[in-house]
């Protein structure tokens, strides 16, 4: 048996997505061994879930934020001669290493994501990630941070990096023309996507729109649309009054899969200058559409990022450095479009699906037969 724990998996953001593309890799491998899957998620609502991934049906239990039933079930499982545990967050390795207690032979997996590895952890997450069979980051600049503050031994280490979702990526294979949602502006659009919470300021969204007066005498038609939800927009909003720009930034929210390649399709360019981007898998489905990005030289932007080819990378909150990277793309949409069709060669090459699928197979394979 093969067993995944996920913070949660029916669920929008980055970790999110990138759980369920495990997910799927661990069931098609599993599959091909006639070896049960079973999935454990600890903040998804309570019972069975069935959700799909590139036409692979992912099963999973959410418990509700239940920590003590959650634990339950994975030592249960574990018990149930279980041969691997991929842990989908950092937060959940202490349950994996709780589970060699019920199975002492058990091979565990950890994945970390960013930021939130970039500082020691409290000492039971920290002395769990020391004690895994493998450790997983997406960036080089994460593996980094867990070796030094985390303590993980480079030979417990593996980068590998998430890839584009397979389902965005037949959706631009296809070519098929949607329609932007309604409330998507006329005129030339910075996109930006994320999840505007309070806690996550340091996405940038705040310097976008500072950003803005120092384009528009210029660019009179240029509009930024937010796509993504959260606690914060409120705040970004007021922002955006206080800038003498609410009329020119657009928030839309509950956008399928199609809508938001429509977004990207429609925008100009891309734009998250956040600090703490442990990969950026919104970097790839605008590169996939063929735009040029603009992104924080923080993290693991920069390995996603070819400054200068594919788009530019600026520091943290220079809303200065922002706006020049953005008039530069603006003023020359022949670079631009350049820029766009390098980013859109470069996640053909590197950052497809079925990539991401073989490395991380292998992984297992070699786990399970080690």
């Known amino acids: 048996m093969l067993i995944g724990l996920f913070p949660e998996l029916d669920a929008p953001g ?139 031994l480079a030979g417990r280490m593996r980068v590998l990096p998430w890839a584009l979702d397979p389902q965005f990526e037949a959706l631009v294979a296809s070519g098929e023309k949607t329609k932007p949602p309604e409330g998507f502006p006329a005129g030339r659009v910075i996109l930006t996507v994320g999840r505007w919470l309070t806690s996550e300021r340091y996405k940038g969204m705040d310097t976008l729109i500072t950003a803005l007066p120092k384009l528009l005498p210029r660019w009179p038609e240029l509009h930024l649309v937010a796509v993504g939800e959260g606690d914060d927009r409120e705040w970004l909003e007021h922002l955006a009054e206080e800038s003498g720009v609410r009329r020119h930034v657009h928030f839309l929210s509950g956008l399928s899969y199609a809508q938001l390649a429509a977004c990207y399709a429609a925008c100009e360019m891309f734009a998250l200058p956040s600090r703490g981007e442990g990969f950026g ?39 200065v450095q922002l706006a020049t990277s953005i008039e530069t793309l603006l003023a020359n949409p022949e670079l631009a479009r350049e820029m766009g069709k390098r980013g859109k060669q470069r996640v053909e090459n590197e950052f497809r699906f079925n990539a991401f699928a073989k490395s991380l197979k292998k992984i297992l394979r070699e786990l399970c037969e080690s």
């Open 281 to 319: 898998l919104v970097y790839l489905e605008a590169m996939a559409c063929g735009k040029p990005v603009i992104g924080g030289a923080h993290g693991g932007a920069p390995e996603v990022i070819d400054d200068g080819r594919t788009g530019y990378l600026v520091q943290y909150g220079d809303a």
């Open 14 to 152: 980055g970790v999110q997505r990138a759980g369920r593309h495990m997910a799927a890799v661990m069931t098609e491998f599993a599959a091909s061994r006639g070896m049960e899957c079973r999935f454990l998620s600890l903040n998804d609502s309570p019972g069975l879930h069935r959700i799909t991934v590139s036409g692979r049906e992912i099963v999973f239990t959410g418990h509700d934020r239940a920590k003590g039933r959650f634990a339950m079930a994975a030592l249960k499982a574990a018990r149930r001669k279980a041969k691997l545990v991929l842990a989908g967050h950092p937060n959940l390795a202490p349950v994996a290493r709780l589970m060699k207690f019920a199975a002492p032979r058990i091979k565990s997996i950890i994945c970390t994501h960013g930021v939130e590895v970039w500082e020691p952890l409290p000492r039971m997450r920290r002395q769990a990630l020391q004690k895994a069979s493998l450790v997983l980051a997406p960036s080089h600049y994460t593996a980094d941070h867990v070796k030094a503050d985390q303590g993980v």
